[in-house]
């Protein structure tokens, strides 16, 4: 079964910029959606941002709008996270998630990917 994978976590400091990618490794001519969420600890998982596949648009979450940027790279089946000016609160897990075409939710999870911003 196809599972994206995570790359690109680290520890920055805040004001830092950091870029996650997310590699898709099979049917990904199925693929509708591509979106990123995150867990911080204690707290549930949020949406972050996503991308359609073919079209390119994207959508995002409103405390990250002007920060972090979602792209797609099609023939290297990756999408990226570029995120800008990190802060602390910014400080989480980060998972990419797959949706399919056809599909209501989000079914293809990745392992995630740590991003911690200190102050």
């Known amino acids: 079964q196809m599972q994206p994978a995570e790359s690109g976590g680290g520890l920055v400091q805040a004001g830092a910029s950091l870029t996650l990618t997310c590699t898709a490794s099979s049917r990904t001519y199925n693929i509708l959606t591509v979106a990123w969420f995150r867990q911080a600890p204690g707290k549930e998982r949020e949406f972050v941002a996503s991308?359609?596949?073919?079209?390119?648009?994207?959508d995002y979450r409103d405390s990250v709008k002007g920060r972090f940027s979602i792209s797609r790279d099609n023939a290297k089946n990756q999408v990226y996270l570029q995120m800008n000016n990190l802060q602390p609160e910014d400080t989480a897990v980060y998972y990419c998630a797959v949706r399919f075409a056809g599909r209501s939710s989000y079914d293809r999870w990745g392992q995630g990917t740590q991003v911690t911003v200190s102050s």
């Open positions: 991308i359609y596949r073919m079209s390119g648009n994207t």
